[in-house]
């Protein structure tokens, strides 16, 4: 995990995973409930706990208390 995880001050929690081959990616949660959040422009792809995948288009991403990836690839 890198980086560690952290919370911010607004109750949205990360994780930072990488892996071999520039694979890098961010676990985020909401302890609030349904919040929106700007994750890095890198991030191009988004997997929910549903097992479904989706195309990051904008700037920001729903997130709530059930954690949602953001990857590169």
Avoid: H
């Avoid at 560690?4 to 892996?19: E, H, K, M, N």
């Avoid at 991030?43 to 729903?62: E, M, P, Q, Y």
């Amino acid at each position: 995990m890198n980086p560690a995880c952290s919370a911010s001050g607004d109750g949205i929690w990360s994780c930072g995973l990488t892996r071999p081959g520039s694979y890098e990616a961010l676990v985020v949660w909401s302890v609030n409930g349904d919040k929106s959040y700007a994750p890095n422009a890198r991030f191009k792809k988004l997997d929910d706990l549903s097992g479904n995948t989706s195309a990051i288009t904008g700037a920001r991403v729903n997130i709530s208390f059930r954690p949602v990836l953001l990857r590169n690839q």
